[in-house]
């Protein structure tokens, strides 16, 4: 079943086997600028992935919405970073998760992401309990001072175990923009 709903100016659409009882299941929210939310869903039923709701918020301004804090477009027709995201953690916290628990219900809530919304994914653990687990797809953790600002403050929420240990992955170890290299780890 898909569902489209529009909460604060953010386009949230909701997939779940509506044969399944909800409260059981997770909830994996998606913050997206494309629309690849159908297949996603296909694609995890045709791979017979576990059982999980799909969530998608899309109409976000990204630089806005996903930022930590400013920081100077990187190219010329590009915006700049308006540093936001603690505003819309506490959007999802008090006025989107509730209504998608209400819409259908879910046990637990994977936050997830690619790029600077896979930053978003990690920087919400300093910022909010809320979140299970998270998943950060190609996370834009060059972001100026984003390793300073991890190694200076602690965790709110330590992602819940795999096998007894956390589960922390990440792949890239540079990338090249705006005419420089940015070291991440």
Known sequence: MKKIITIEEKTVTIFHNENLK?????IIIINTFDEYEEKIWNLSKEYNCSDYILVTISNLNL??????W???R????????IG????????????????IKNVVGGKE????GYSL???????????TNIFNKIISCSGSLWYPDFIKFVKENKLENMPECTRGRPLFVHVSTCMYMHNKFWLVM
Do not use: C, H, T, W
């Not at 909800?22 to 997770?26: A, Q």
């Open 74 to 81: 990187l190219y010329k027709n590009d915006d700049d970073y």
């Open 109 to 112: 809530i994977i936050l997830g």
């Open 117 to 127: 919304a896979g930053l978003f994914a990690i920087y919400s653990l300093y910022k």
């Open 70 to 72: 400013f920081m100077e």
């Open 22 to 26: 909800n409260e059981d299941i997770p």
């Open 84 to 99: 936001e995201a603690d505003a819309y953690i506490e959007q999802l916290e008090r006025r989107i998760i509730p209504v």
């Open 63 to 68: 630089n806005k919405d996903m930022s930590p």
